[in-house]
């Protein structure tokens, strides 16, 4: 199973970094643009991207367990009016339980992201990257790239740039007094500001390999908005699928439309035609409404028997037996019996004949025939099945 | 529209989604069921026209023969006239017939079977008579026929 660990490169560009994990073990690393992360992920794979701390407001709430997810965000707009810099209405609110915690980001912002890692098909995991070193431990920092990564035991985050460190930190020791976080990366300002009794390096692979465990508890900031393009990426789906797919969706239109279509054109066809056989038996028939009733008061009319015979039972049955040693046929229609009369026929050739009679529809009732030197000769009775 | 769209909370955007989705599948199975509907009608009146040919059709079959054999009891002698036009338009070979005690026989020679067959159909609708029996003697390629009708 392929897995890919997205960092942004700066909190203010869309250059990002590309960690490769296959089944666990780490592949590769690749820098490369948001937009392009597409030319290097299969479908088939789990994309983490971590959206920088500082472009998320992590907001500590508290919830009673009765309170709808809408009720909780009316409450916390109405709360956090001046908290928020920009507009609210640019916003999207997550809020999750346990850890009990409100997550705002700019909804363009998140859109953004969202359509360049759909662009891949993969399946899509954007969380705050303070979540990364909170999975290790609730209250902890790591650095990144640019920028220093604060999670506190509420998981809540912020990060803040080398510059502007000093400044958060002097922040930080006013507001939250007794923040002992661990330090993940090794830190001269860091260790000099909470000790060196909190150390606990660690690599980035073993982060990833632990938020890759443990990271379903966390709020998944994607949102799964419907998407044709994302939903053909992901399921591998082809133009030849596409084309089958629309082949068959017409064919399940053609089909009733034209077989409908040709059974009407038979249907008047077989009108015309009934039409027609009035107007020969009576050109002056002008109006067939019921043929059935038509005919039988026609039939009537002429007072003729009701039993007519039309076929000739068995007439078809003489080209069968157009075989040059049966010298006589004599078929008698009336009882559907023929009278098959033979010269020295071949007795395989004989019992050939006898065989294929049921397939022939033919039943044999008597034979009287005598063998010499392996020819045949005499009469054979057979009926005709109808 | 799209923007107004994009500015919808995510939960009016999913209610518009399953709204229209539900508006597009009942329009989609509505039309299907039409389509599926109109054929199965199609199907029901093609076997109706179709039945009601065959029954009008053998009926007329029946009638014509049965004022084919009036005509011929009526006119015997111009349908044995006819009969002879179409043995002569049939190429057949020492056409002959008899009339003893109510019955017809019809002999004629023709060494292929078919056209035999074919002579014998258009006989029966000039004269409205089924054959009660047809005897063909062989003799290598050379077939005689013989047709008994019972009049």
Do not use: C, W
Not at chain 2, 45 to 58: E, G, I, P
């Amino acid at each position: 199973m392929n897995k890919y660990f997205i960092h942004s490169l700066s909190s203010n560009s869309d250059d990002v970094e590309l960690h490769h994990y296959v089944d666990g073990a780490y592949k590769s690393k690749k820098t490369t643009h948001l937009d392009s992360v597409s030319e290097f992920i299969d479908p088939d794979s789990d994309i983490f991207y971590f959206v920088p701390s500082s472009q998320i407001s992590s907001i500590k709430i508290s919830i009673n367990d009765e309170e709808s997810n809408e009720a909780i965000k009316a409450r916390l707009l109405s709360d956090l009016d001046d908290y928020i810099v920009s507009d609210i209405s640019q916003n999207d609110i997550f809020i999750n339980r346990n850890p009990d915690l409100a997550l705002l980001i700019n909804d363009k912002y998140l859109s953004d992201i969202s359509q360049s890692l759909k662009s891949t098909g993969a399946k899509i995991h954007v969380y705050p990257e303070h979540f990364i070193a909170y999975i290790r431990s609730k209250s902890s920092i790591l650095k990144l790239y640019d920028r220093y990564i604060f999670s506190f035991d509420s998981a809540e985050g912020f990060s803040e740039t080398e510059a502007g460190l000093n400044k958060y930190l002097d922040l930080l020791n006013k507001e939250r007094s007794d923040y002992e976080p661990r330090i993940l990366i090794e830190d001269k300002t860091l260790i000099k500001n909470f000790g060196d009794s909190n150390l606990d390096y660690v690599g980035l692979e073993e982060l990833h390999s632990g938020f890759a465990k443990e990271h379903l508890t966390l709020p998944n900031l994607f949102q799964t908005n419907f998407s044709l393009n994302y939903l053909i990426k992901r399921f591998q789906i082809n133009k030849l699928d596409i084309a089958l797919a629309i082949t068959a969706l017409s064919l399940l239109v053609i089909y009733p439309l034209s077989s409908t279509y040709i059974n009407n054109n038979y249907a008047n066809e077989y009108k015309n035609e009934t039409i027609n056989l009035f107007k020969k038996i009576n050109p002056n028939i002008k109006k067939v409404v019921n043929p059935r009733r038509q005919i039988d008061e026609i039939i009537k009319s002429y007072n003729l028997s009701e039993d007519n015979r039309l076929d000739i039972s068995g007439i078809e049955s003489i080209k069968r037996l157009d075989i040059p040693e049966i010298t006589k046929v004599n078929l008698n229609v009336d009882n559907s019996e023929a009278k098959l009369t033979l010269s020295k026929l071949g007795s395989a050739q004989y019992k050939f004949l006898i065989n294929i009679l049921p397939q022939s529809n033919l039943v044999l009732l008597n034979e009287d025939i005598e063998t010499k030197d392996g020819k045949v000769s005499g009469t054979v009775l057979i009926k005709f099945a109808i | 529209m799209k923007e107004f769209f994009n500015n919808l909370q995510s939960r009016e955007r999913n209610l518009i989604i399953l709204l229209v989705s539900i508006i597009v599948l009942g329009i989609l199975l509505s039309i299907t069921t039409n389509l599926y509907s109109n054929l199965k009608d199609s199907k029901l009146r093609l076997a109706s026209q179709k039945s009601d040919y065959n029954y009008v059709f053998n009926q007329a079959k029946g009638l014509s023969l049965d004022l084919a054999q009036k005509n011929f009891e009526l006119n015997s002698k111009d349908v044995l006239l006819q009969i002879e036009k179409l043995a002569d338009s049939y190429q057949l070979i020492n056409y002959s017939y008899q009339i003893n005690n109510s019955e017809l026989e019809i002999i004629y020679i023709l060494n292929d079977l078919e056209p035999s067959l074919l002579f014998i159909n258009d006989l029966v609708s000039l004269i409205g008579l089924i054959p009660g029996s047809i005897e063909v003697a062989r003799l290598n390629e050379i077939k005689r026929f013989t047709l008994t009708f019972s009049i």
